[in-house]
C-alpha cells in the first residue's frame, strides 16, 4: 500500500487591520478592569495641591492612602470609577496602537527599501508613535470623561475641578451640549503628545526584548514567560517616556472652563500642554510633573503587561480558531 504523502500546514494568513484593532481593543478592555483603580488614584494624586506653592490642602499622603479613602468613602465605584469610558476609549486607543502599529510599521520600511520584517529602531518607534496619535484623536473625548470621572470625590475635601457626571453618556451629551465639537476635541494637542511618547517605546521595546529573549534562546516563543518579560521592560519604558506628559494631560483635561465674549470657551488655568508644565514647574516645582509617579506605575505595569500578554494569547487563540476553520472548509 502506497504511504500518503504528508501535505504541509499552510502558513497563518497574517491579521488585516480590522482584526488587529478588535483583538488589540479586546485585550485592553482585559486589562483596564484591572489597572483602572491605580488610574482613579494617579488622577487625583495629579490634581493635589495643583498650582498652590504651599502644597495646598493635602488629601491623600500617597498611593496607598488614596486606595484606602476611596474605599472607605465611595466603596467599590469610588475605586473603579470612569470604567465605563475607559473600556471605550481603551478599545479607540489601543484597538489602533495595536491594530495600525504593523501596518504603519510595513509601509515605512517599504518607504526607505527595507523588509516588512526588519525591525529597524527608526520606523517601529515612528510606527509606534504613529498609531498611537491615531488613538489619542479617537479616544479624546472618552479620556476627558474618564479623567473628570475619576477626580470626582466623594469627600469635603476635593482635588482640582470637580464635573458632576451620571455616567459617561451625561459627560458627554453635557460637554457637546455646553461646548460644542470643540469641547470635546479640548486637550487632544497633549493626548497625542502623551500618546505619542509612550506608544513610541511600547511596541518597538515589548519586541525588541521578546526578539532578543528568543534569539539569545533564553526563552521559548511560546512561553508565557516571554510575554510577561517583554512587557514588564516595556512598561517601565513608558512610564519615564510619558510622566510629565500624563499629568498634563489629567490637568488640560480637568480645569474648569469659561466662556468668552465670542462664544468661545478657554480653559481658566492653562493655554495648552506647554503653558501648564511651565505653570506647574513655576508654582510647585518641576518634581511636580511626577506627581502620582508611584500610582502611574502600578497602572502602567500590570496595564502593560496584561494587554500585550493577552494581546499575543488572543492573537495566537483567534489564529488557531481561524486557521482550523479555513482548514476544515478547504477539505
Request: charged share 15%; proline share 5%.
Amino acid at each position: 500500500m502506497a504511504s500518503q504523502s504528508s501535505t504541509p500546514p499552510k502558513p497563518s494568513r497574517p491579521l488585516s487591520t480590522t482584526e488587529g484593532f478588535i483583538l488589540g481593543g479586546i485585550a485592553a478592555c482585559v486589562a483596564v478592569t484591572i489597572s483602572n483603580p491605580a488610574e482613579v488614584a494617579k488622577t487625583r494624586l495629579q490634581l493635589q495641591g495643583e498650582l498652590a506653592k504651599d502644597g495646598g490642602v493635602k488629601v491623600y499622603n500617597n498611593v496607598f492612602d488614596v486606595f484606602k479613602k476611596t474605599w472607605h468613602n465611595e466603596g467599590i465605584r469610588g475605586i473603579q470609577r470612569g470604567l465605563g469610558p475607559a473600556y471605550t476609549y481603551q478599545i479607540l486607543l489601543n484597538g489602533s496602537r495595536l491594530g495600525f502599529y504593523e501596518p504603519f510599521r510595513q509601509t515605512l520600511n517599504g518607504f526607505v527599501g527595507l523588509s516588512p520584517t526588519d525591525q529597524m529602531p527608526a520606523t517601529s518607534i515612528a510606527a509606534g508613535a504613529a498609531s498611537g496619535a491615531v488613538g489619542a484623536i479617537l479616544g479624546n473625548p472618552l479620556f476627558m470623561v474618564k479623567a473628570r470621572m475619576q477626580a470626582r470625590i466623594c469627600l469635603s475635601l476635593p482635588v482640582g475641578a470637580q464635573h458632576n457626571y451620571r455616567s459617561g453618556f451625561h459627560a458627554l451629551s453635557s460637554i457637546f451640549k455646553q461646548q460644542g465639537f470643540k469641547g470635546l476635541v479640548r486637550g487632544v494637542d497633549a493626548a497625542v503628545l502623551r500618546t505619542s511618547m509612550g506608544s513610541s517605546v511600547q511596541l518597538p521595546t515589548y519586541n525588541w526584548t521578546k526578539n532578543q529573549l528568543i534569539s539569545n534562546g533564553i526563552s521559548r516563543p511560546d512561553s508565557v514567560w516571554t510575554y510577561l518579560a517583554s512587557s514588564s521592560v516595556s512598561g517601565i519604558c513608558v512610564l519615564l517616556m510619558m510622566q510629565p506628559a500624563d499629568t498634563t494631560l489629567t490637568r488640560m483635561y480637568n480645569q474648569p472652563t469659561k466662556q468668552l465674549p465670542n462664544g468661545r470657551h478657554v480653559g481658566t488655568l492653562y493655554k495648552g500642554p506647554i503653558d501648564c508644565l511651565w505653570k506647574t514647574a513655576k508654582t510647585e516645582g518641576i518634581m511636580a510633573w511626577y506627581k502620582g509617579s508611584t500610582a502611574h506605575f502600578l497602572r502602567i505595569a500590570p496595564h502593560t503587561i496584561v494587554t500585550l500578554t493577552a494581546n499575543d494569547l488572543i492573537i495566537n487563540l483567534y489564529k488557531s480558531i481561524r486557521d482550523k476553520k479555513r482548514g476544515d472548509d478547504d477539505s
